[in-house]
Structures are given as structure tokens and as C-alpha cells.
């Protein structure tokens, strides 16, 4: 974690705790008034002892106590202010933290995400979000802990100077032990952060993968992750604990010496005296008052380091910048039937690695186009390009004849819908998913989708329907049913330019002409790239472009670069082989939709 995370850090939470100004003045004026009334109640029973007991004065007496009471009910009222105060800080200051950390990953670049790990930035959304709230809920409770002991200092030192001294003779002692304690707890609390962050991935993985897991009998293997990272908490939570219990016992200690000080130097001062009891007893009762503040110590720079290292990790996200946003200047896409042209394109993940060299491609409007070739060839990056997923480093991607870049982002990705490789349906109802796209979508636009993507028998067959609830990723759905609805979720969104980067490759080769079938429905008359390695599918396509090396080798139809193009020939040859292999392999069964 580097110094500016560290910085960073700080003003975050400088930040999200000032988001509700009108409770940290709550908080702040309660603090201040619970601590004068818990200051005042000894010097009220000192008055008591010297007007009301010695000499005897009844009345005296009685008011005393009931001002002590009135003092009591006084302090409840401010704990109870000053509690929920620090809860309305913190709580508030935790739900922003998430939205704005929530916000920042939404909108950040796909690079970004492509080397994040999923299990880590959930720990940074919820982990380290709690750590933070955790130290700003004691911030009324802190600073009223640091008023208490600077105003107990202050009335010792009128009392009896001479005493004060004594009483607070070790205090220098303990901020000393309170430097050293919080220099060497802030790594290893980082390290703490660091470890749980890691115990989130590998569940997180396990969990999204567990067809994988279960297909190998990796059971025992992601077990043994998962104790790994465990035992690295255990440790690094020991370790935090074990500072803690070193540092606690001298927060219990010097209080009681200041204690046992003013019981010998003051006792000697009453016998001489020069103090009288009243005095005493305040002066112990004050010096008892300094125990929870000085306890409470160890807790709060413990929390401080969490929270710090916490706080550095969620700012080293909000301080990454998307590398795809709008720019200044950007435009509603204009109207258009959905040309798209690729002049003199390279792009490339890697710095100094393209994918694409210098491509030249027009596809014209309405017209559907087949991207085919080897592996690495560039197909899905051709897809990925024209909804702006990543920025090309050279040469132009047009839509309609407007540089995507000088498009608004939003607009853009309005015009063009993709139906990708790996299927994702949400947690939800068929019918949420297939409304994704517009979630006020009229029942007939829902069901009108569905029939053009060939779900609606399918669905008709579910318990509940349309509102048929769905499991982690649609898995209660076979692949070329998930499939299917995912083409009616881009059907809704009734898009300029739809993109479907190998759409059936996950389908099983027996259940491929139920998706093409659907896709010649939603592709007739919208302009169409096809990212595909199956013949079924390519021929689906107006024109087929192989790509090869970054380029344009050959284009044509189906069947003319089948008798034109030996490398268009070889590209589907190990495609069918790679199919077939893949095939005997085998992979581990989806379960059909229950009916």
C-alpha cells in the first residue's frame, strides 16, 4: 500500500463521514455535554461531603443529591444523543462508501476488470466498508474519551496541583507505549485486510465455479485453499491480538498507579491537614473516571490502523481512472441504419502485442457478417471494439459514420446489443432478465421477445411462468435455454447494431438449430456481426470475413471462401477437431428447466 493510498485513505473517510453535518454537531454537542455532567457529578458529591455531611445540613443535602440526579438523568440523556448520533455518522458514512465504490467499479473499463479479482473487490465493498464504519461509529465516543481526560486533567490541577501531578505523573509514559503500539499494529493490520480479502476470493471462486469443482472432485483441493488462507487470518489476527494484550495491561495498570499515588500522597496531606476527605474521595473518583477513556484507547488506535489500511484499499480503487469515459465534447448517437467501418485499426490488451494490425472493414447497414478465424485471431475483439469496451490505439471505429470515441457512452451502448459466449442471467424472474435491457418494457414487448428467441414454450413449461424465479446464473435453465432468453433480453433492447460473439458455442451441437432459428429471426433486416467457428451458424451470416494475423485474409460467402480459401478451409477444420475434442471430453451436465 503506498503513502499516497495512505493519504487517500484518510481524506476518504475525512469525506464520507462529514456526508451528515447535522448529526456530527448532535454528536459532537452531546459528547461535550455528557462529559461536563460526568465531571461535575464528584465535584457536586465534594460539595455534598463539605455543606451537606460535615457540618450536617439536611437541606442541603437534599438539594445536592437531587442536583447530582438531575446531573444523572442529564448524562443518559446525552449517552443515548451521542450513541445514535455515532450510528447515523457511520452508518450513512458506510452506505456512501459502497455507493460510490459500487458507482466507480460500474464504471470502470473492461481492462480493469479483466485482471481484478471478483473476490477481492467484494472484500473491499463489504469488508472494508464495515472496517471503516466500525471507527467512525466511536468518532462522538472518541472525542468525548479525549474531552473527559483533558477536562479531569483540568479540574485535578485547581483541586490540588500538587496531586494533579502525582495522579497524572505516568500519562506521558502511556502515549509513548501508544506511539510504539500503533506503528507496529498498522502492518500487520494491513496484512489482516490483505488475508481476508483473499479468504473472500477463494470462496467467491469456489462458489461461481463449483460445476468445475464438482465435474473434477476438487472438493479437497479448494478445501485446502481455503484452510491456507484461513490459518493466514488465524495468524495475522493473533498477531493483532497479541499487541493488544500486551498494550491492555498497561492501560489498566497506570490509572491504578495514579490511583495508588493519590491515596499515599493525599493521605499524608489529610493527615497533615492540608486536604480534607471530601477532596480525597474526588480526587479517586476523578482519577477512576480516567479508566474507560484510557481503556477504551487500545481499541480505538487498534480499529484506527484497520480502518486505515481499509480505507487505503477502497481509495486505491476510487482512484484508478476509466480508461473508456465520455469525452467532453461527446454526442447523442445521430440516426442511422447502422453502418459500422473499421479504417486502419490496431489494438491490442498488451502493450506492444496487437491483436489487430491496421484493420480495414466495412459492414454495411442491415447486412449480417460472419467474423471467422484462428484462435487469437481477433474475432471477439472486433465485437468488443464497436460498443466501446476498450479504446483502439490507432485508426478510427465508425458508426453511421461517427467515431464511436465522440459518442456518449450511454448512447452508444443504447445502438448495440451483445449476446455473449458465457451466459449470464441474473438472480431473478425470466421475466426481469428478459426485460433487462428496459425494465418497463410492456408485457406484449416481453412476450414478443421471448416468441422471436424461441423461449416461449420453454417458459410456458416453468412452474410460475414469465415470473418464474431463476437460480445463481439461470443455471435451473439448460445452456441453450439461457442461451435463448439471452437473445430475448437483446431482442427488448431492440438495438441499431447487434453483435453475437459465438452465441452457440456452449450449446449442445443437437440443440444448435433451435438457436438459429432464433437468431434468423432477430437478425433479419439489423445489422449483424457474427463471431462463430460452427458452419451451421457462419452460413446464417450475408458475407463471412476470415481474420488472420490482425487482418482481412479473405471475405466472401460461406460457400465461395469454402472453394476460394485454403486458410479459410484449415481455420474450420481445427474448429470441427476442437469441437469434437471438446465433445469427447465431455463436460458436466445442466439440468433441464423443471416443468
Not at 422471436?452 to 445452456?479: I, K, N, R, W
Request: one cysteine or more; charged letters at 20%.
Amino acid at each position: 500500500m503506498t503513502r499516497d493510498d495512505r493519504r487517500g485513505g484518510w481524506r476518504l473517510m475525512r469525506e464520507v463521514s462529514t456526508t451528515n453535518r447535522r448529526w456530527i454537531t448532535i454528536g459532537v454537542i452531546a459528547a461535550l455535554a455528557w462529559t461536563a455532567a460526568k465531571i461535575t457529578i464528584p465535584l457536586l458529591a465534594l460539595e455534598a461531603i463539605n455543606q451537606g455531611v460535615d457540618p450536617y445540613d439536611g437541606p442541603t443535602l437534599l438539594r445536592i443529591c437531587l442536583a447530582i440526579l438531575a446531573v444523572t438523568v442529564v448524562t443518559g440523556a446525552c449517552t443515548f444523543l451521542r450513541r445514535y448520533s455515532a450510528f447515523q455518522i457511520s452508518l450513512r458514512a458506510e452506505a456512501e462508501l459502497r455507493r460510490r465504490l459500487f458507482d466507480h467499479l460500474q464504471r470502470l473499463h473492461f481492462g480493469y476488470h479483466d485482471r481484478a479479482e471478483i473476490g477481492e473487490l467484494m472484500a473491499r465493498v463489504s469488508t472494508d466498508a464495515k472496517q471503516v464504519q466500525m471507527l467512525l461509529v466511536f468518532i462522538p465516543v472518541g472525542g468525548a474519551n479525549f474531552v473527559m481526560i483533558l477536562g479531569v486533567a483540568v479540574v485535578l490541577f485547581v483541586l490540588n496541583s500538587t496531586l494533579a501531578a502525582w495522579s497524572l505523573v505516568a500519562l506521558p509514559f502511556l502515549a509513548i507505549a501508544g506511539t510504539r503500539f500503533s506503528q507496529r499494529v498498522h502492518p500487520v493490520a494491513d496484512d489482516l485486510q490483505e488475508s481476508l480479502a483473499e479468504v473472500s476470493h477463494v470462496v467467491e471462486e469456489s462458489v461461481s465455479g463449483i460445476r468445475v469443482v464438482k465435474g473434477f472432485g476438487a472438493e479437497e483441493l479448494q478445501s485446502g485453499r481455503l484452510r491456507t488462507a484461513a490459518a493466514t487470518v488465524y495468524r495475522r489476527g493473533m498477531e493483532l491480538a497479541r499487541l493488544r494484550a500486551l498494550f491492555n495491561p498497561l492501560l489498566e495498570t497506570i490509572p491504578m498507579l495514579g490511583l495508588v499515588a493519590v491515596l499515599f500522597v493525599g493521605g499524608r496531606q489529610v493527615i497533615d491537614g492540608n486536604l480534607s476527605v471530601a477532596a480525597l474521595i474526588a480526587f479517586n473518583s476523578y482519577v477512576l473516571l480516567l479508566v474507560f477513556p484510557l481503556r477504551m484507547t487500545s481499541f480505538l488506535v487498534a480499529q484506527l490502523a484497520r480502518a486505515s489500511a481499509s480505507a487505503s484499499r477502497v481509495h486505491e480503487i476510487l482512484a484508478t481512472e476509466t480508461e473508456v469515459s465520455d469525452r467532453p465534447d461527446a454526442v447523442t448517437l445521430p440516426g442511422g441504419a447502422g453502418e459500422i467501418r473499421f479504417e486502419g485499426v490496431t489494438f491490442g490488451y498488451l502493450p506492444d502485442v496487437p491483436v489487430l494490425r491496421d484493420l480495414d472493414l466495412v459492414i454495411r447497414p442491415g447486412e449480417s457478417v460472419a467474423i471467422v478465424g484462428p484462435t487469437s485471431s481477433g474475432k471477439s475483439t472486433v465485437a468488443r471494439l464497436v460498443p466501446r469496451f476498450y479504446d483502439v490505439e490507432s485508426g478510427r471505429v465508425l458508426i453511421d459514420g461517427v467515431d464511436v470515441r465522440d459518442v456518449e457512452l450511454a448512447s452508444l451502448r443504447d445502438a448495440v446489443s451483445m449476446v455473449f459466449e458465457e451466459t449470464f442471467l441474473f438472480s431473478d424472474s425470466v421475466r426481469a432478465n428478459i426485460a433487462f435491457a428496459d425494465e418497463d418494457a410492456p408485457e406484449h414487448a416481453v412476450e414478443r421477445a421471448a416468441r422471436l428467441a424461441g423461449c416461449q414454450d420453454f417458459v410456458a413449461a416453468l412452474p410460475d411462468g414469465y415470473d418464474t424465479l431463476l437460480g445463481e446464473h439461470g443455471y435451473s435453465l439448460s445452456g441453450g435455454q439461457r442461451q435463448r432468453v439471452a437473445i430475448a433480453r437483446a431482442i427488448v433492447a431492440d438495438p441499431r447494431i447487434l453483435i453475437l460473439d459465438d452465441a452457440t458455442s456452449s450449446v449442445d451441437p443437437t440443440k444448435e438449430h433451435e438457436i438459429r432459428d432464433a437468431l434468423g429471426e432477430v437478425m433479419r433486416g439489423r445489422t449483424t456481426i457474427i463471431i462463430a467457428h460452427r458452419p451451421a451458424t457462419i452460413a446464417l451470416a450475408d458475407r463471412v470475413v476470415l481474420l488472420d494475423g490482425g487482418r482481412v485474409g479473405a471475405e466472401g460467402t460461406h460457400d465461395e471462401l469454402l472453394r476460394t480459401s485454403a486458410r479459410y478451409r484449415e481455420v474450420l477444420a481445427e474448429a470441427e477437431a476442437l469441437a469434437e475434442a471438446t465433445t469427447a471430453v465431455g463436460s458436466v451436465p445442466e439440468p433441464e428447466a423443471s416443468s
